[in-house]
């Protein structure tokens, strides 16, 4: 298969290019790098299967030459990236999933979104399943990203509906493992280099929230199964196990030994109380499911934080609690 990954330069997308490679297929990678890394994909630029273009797909989607499958990953992800890249973020939802959906049509090639739980918002159903239609702000801080993906969904069904393109859904929930950004503002990635270079860790309002993180591996395998099928979904790809964020924090200390203590921050605006997938639909019609443990997951991001690639290589981001009205 001759697969395109959007997005491909960035923490899932070069997974997904990795994992493709790996089992034979040819990866053509765009991206613009505005969060991702070329440092991602440094280490696949001269693979014969492996070309990279520089690109971003608001403008341009364009591909010379076969086209079997289309991975649409391109979009900032982190709170503080889709804030500081508001405008970019609705624009690479719309218009980007637009020229990805039309690539993949002119094709006849098998288009998979990479979608969120964020389109269920602060949920009032709990664990999430995708038939629930979610409960998100419109106009608040995060609706840049959750609106930007549920127009995403939106314009993939319509394409699907109206049988322009082979379309499947997967809604990721929080992902984390090697190459997430050290200063990408998400909780794994900040309290990993905060508790290695001896900082306290950041612990966002009461630290009573909850998330359910999956391992990149096992959220990976998940997109590379909705490629290989002709589901369409929506499904999600996230680990059942659920943590507050005050736990992670500790797992965090138990994974790099230190003893780090906590800061309390005010709760950013919106933040949802609590989240955790139903993963019933994707392991019976996928055959789908996580299988690595958080203390695993966690010691193997460690060692790639304390590997080279430095807790230190970056500023700190500012923190997003933002509390003005808009
Ligand atoms: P990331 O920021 O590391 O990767 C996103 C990539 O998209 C980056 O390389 C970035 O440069 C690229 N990109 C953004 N806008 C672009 C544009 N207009 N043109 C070309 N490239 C562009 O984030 P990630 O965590 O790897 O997320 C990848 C995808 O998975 C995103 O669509 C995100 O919404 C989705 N997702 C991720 C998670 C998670 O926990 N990591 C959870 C839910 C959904
Ligand atoms: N969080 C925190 N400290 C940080 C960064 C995040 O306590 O330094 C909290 C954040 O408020 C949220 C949870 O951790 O409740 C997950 O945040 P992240 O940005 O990783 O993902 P998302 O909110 O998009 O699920």
Redesign the pocket.
């Known amino acids: 298969m001759r697969a395109v990954i ?8 070069s997974h997904l290019c990795e994992a493709l490679l790996l089992r034979g297929d040819e990866v053509v990678c ?8 070329p440092a ?1 994909v440094a280490g696949l630029r001269d693979h014969p299967r492996f070309r990279l273009v520089r ?4 403008r341009e989607c364009e591909v010379a030459g076969p086209v079997d499958a289309v991975a ?7 709170p503080p ?1 889709y804030h500081r890249l508001s405008l ?1 973020t609705l ?2 939802g719309s218009r ?1 999933t637009e020229n990805a959906l039309r690539l993949a049509a002119a094709h006849r090639a098998r288009f998979v979104l ?5 389109v269920y918002g602060d949920p009032e159903v709990h664990p999430q399943r995708e038939e629930y239609w979610g409960h998100v702000n419109p106009i608040g801080p995060r609706s840049v ?1 959750d609106e930007a ?1 549920r127009f995403a969904e939106a314009l993939t069904m319509a394409y699907g509906r109206r049988m322009l393109a082979d379309i499947g859904i997967v ?6 493992g090697p190459r ?2 050290p200063d ?1 503002g ?1 909780v794994v990635s900040t309290f990993i280099r905060q508790a290695l270079a001896g900082e306290p860790l950041t612990l966002y309002g009461d630290g009573r929230q909850t998330r359910s993180f999956c391992y990149v591996d096992d ?1 990976v395998r998940g997109i590379v199964a909705m490629l290989d099928s002709a589901l369409c979904g929506p499904f999600n790809l996230g680990n059942p196990r659920e943590h507050t964020v005050a736990e992670l924090a500790g797992l965090v200390r138990a994974a790099t030994g230190a003893d780090a203590p906590v800061e309390f921050r005010p709760l950013p605006v919106d933040d949802p109380t609590r989240r955790r997938p139903d993963i019933t639909r994707a392991r019976r019609e996928l055959g789908w499911s996580p299988r690595i443990p958080i203390e695993e997951g966690l010691r193997r991001t460690v060692a790639w934080f304390t590997d080279g690639s430095g807790p230190d290589r970056r500023p700190a981001p500012h923190a997003l609690t933002t509390t003005a009205r808009c």
Do not use: Q, W
Not at 55 to 58: L, P, Q
């Open positions: 959007t997005g491909g330069g960035g923490f899932l997308g765009l991206d613009d790098f505005c969060t991702g890394e991602n690109a971003d797909v608001t649409h990953l391109a979009s900032p992800a982190s990236d970019e624009a690479v980007g990479a979608s969120t739980s964020e990203y993906k809604r990721i929930f929080n992902t984390y997430m950004r990408d998400r959220t």
